[in-house]
């Protein structure tokens, strides 16, 4: 005996825009960019037996946005020395997310907030940067049986850094008085619950945490 509801709310917006300029025949130049941006409002009802040892029923409100940020420049040239071809581009790329604060409040079967485990806060920030270069030089010529071909020499290099940096807390009722089937605002507003920052989180255990 399970049910499962879900709500959700979502926007997305976004533009990109290519630009490409020749300041002579020998040498043109290109822009590309991008930009794209989605956020994700979610609200989630479980009721019955939603994992292996609790039932009743489990409420989950969440928020998420994560974007992303892409711009390249390039450029092409044309050399007299061998009719050769000089290419090259640099890359920014940016992106993020962010789950603010995700609720996650549980009552049991008897439709009584839970005292210990009965709500979870989660909060989590990522970002990440890309950086990219990169440059060939080519020069044509022809096989032995008049075969066009084109020899090139070039070198490509990136970058890339990522954070994940996470907190998740939860709150113990078991010392406090309070009539449990209330709601989880009331029950919140009415007293002082004792709040513990659960463990994993820091960079060095790595597991909700690392760079």
């Not at 130049?29 to 039932?55: A, E, I, M, P, V």
């Not at 989660?122 to 020899?151: C, M, R």
Request: charged share 20%; hydrophobic share 30%.
């Amino acid at each position: 005996d399970y049910k499962y509801e879900d709500f959700s709310y979502s926007t997305l917006k976004s533009a990109q825009m290519s630009a490409a300029f020749a300041s002579s025949k020998q040498s043109k130049f290109k822009l590309n960019s991008f930009y794209t941006h989605k956020s994700t409002d979610t609200t989630r009802q479980n009721k019955g037996q939603y994992d292996y040892s609790n039932q009743g029923t489990k409420t989950i409100l969440s928020f998420q946005e994560s974007s992303l940020i892409f711009n390249q420049l390039a450029g092409e040239h044309r050399l007299g020395f061998l009719d050769s071809e000089l290419s090259w581009f640099g890359t920014v790329a940016l992106a993020g997310r962010d789950t603010p604060d995700t609720r996650v409040t549980r009552y049991g079967i008897d439709g009584q907030f839970q005292q210990t485990r009965n709500m979870t806060r989660y909060f989590n920030k990522h970002t990440e940067q890309v950086y990219q270069a990169g440059a060939s030089w080519s020069i044509p010529f022809s096989q032995w049986d008049g075969l066009k071909s084109k020899f090139t020499l070039g070198a490509d290099g990136s970058y890339r850094n990522r954070e994940t940096v996470s907190r998740r807390f939860t709150h113990d009722l078991t010392n406090l008085a309070i009539d449990l089937t209330q709601t989880a605002e009331q029950i919140f507003t009415s007293g002082a619950p004792m709040m513990s920052e659960v463990t994993g989180t820091s960079e060095a255990e790595g597991f909700d945490a690392y760079n």
